[in-house]
T-cell receptor, first 117, second 113 residues
Framework: DGGITQSPKYLFRKEGQNVTLSCEQN?????MYWYRQDPGQGLRLIYY???????QKGDIAEGYSVSREKKESFPLTVTSAQKNPTAFYLC????????????????FGAGSRLTVL | AQSVTQPDIHITVSEGASLELRCNYS??????LFWYVQSPGQGLQLLLK??????LVQGIKGFEAELKRSQSSFNLRKPSVHWSDAAEYFC???????????FGPGTRLSVLP
């Protein structure tokens, strides 16, 4: 079945460490996204990528970095510069709706929970 | 700028009762509108979407939503709630290009047996 795989499901980080969250999709979607979820705040966009080798900052990109070397993969690195990294991270991908031109639909992975010790 | 509000942080209903979750959006024109559901510790699943046409939209799991442009609302409804509907529900909007998604803060639904 096609879908988005995020790993690891749970990750613990010590202060000052960089960690990388994996996101792989086999949906053949062009666009991929990283969101951060905190209780009561909905989802906030960290980075997104419309095509391979190109990505754009979202609303809260500071302290994060990404790469898009392959269409299927969009890893997120949480750097030591991120002051409050404990959160639930969601990866998503999108394809334009085939019926309604111009409208994308987001498909999400199961998420990764990062905790800073 | 687009924005989405979900006035109810937490709603509790009895199993079998009807449900309405509120969503209000702010946007210059009619945006693309979505409802997603999230079970604890999981990703988001699309319930339904509105792009154009009929303002009453049917989704999965017996949910529907109605766009009321005069009120800038896109409320989610279900006539009879099941215990398995307990989850968090997010309303979202996207711009005319179908990009730049903005999510509301979510409404947590609890279902009493």
């Amino acid at each position: 079945d096609g879908g988005i795989t995020q790993s690891p499901k749970y990750l613990f980080r010590k202060e000052g460490q960089n960690v990388t969250l994996s996101c792989e999709q086999n949906l053949n979607h062009d666009a991929m996204y990283w969101y951060r979820q905190d209780p009561g705040q909905g989802l906030r966009l960290i980075y997104y990528s419309q095509i391979v080798n190109d990505f754009q900052k979202g609303d809260i990109a500071e302290g994060y970095s990404v790469s898009r070397e392959k269409k299927e993969s969009f890893p997120l690195t949480v750097t030591s510069a991120q002051k409050n990294p404990t959160a639930f991270y969601l990866c998503a991908s999108s394809i334009r709706d085939r019926v309604e031109s111009g409208a994308n639909v987001l498909t999400f992975g199961a998420g990764s929970r990062l905790t800073v010790l | 700028a687009q924005s989405v509000t979900q006035p109810d942080i937490h709603i509790t209903v009895s199993e079998g009762a009807s449900l309405e979750l509120r969503c209000n959006y702010s946007y210059g024109a009619t945006p693309y509108l979505f409802w997603y559901v999230q079970s604890p510790g999981q990703g988001l699943q699309l319930l339904l979407k509105y792009f154009s046409g009929d303002t009453l939209v049917q989704g999965i799991k017996g949910f529907e939503a109605e766009l009321k442009r005069s009120q800038s609302s896109f409320n989610l409804r279900k006539p009879s709630v099941h215990w398995s509907d307990a989850a968090e529900y997010f309303c979202a909007v996207a711009d005319n290009y179908g990009q730049n998604f903005v999510f509301g803060p979510g409404t947590r639904l609890s279902v009493l047996p």
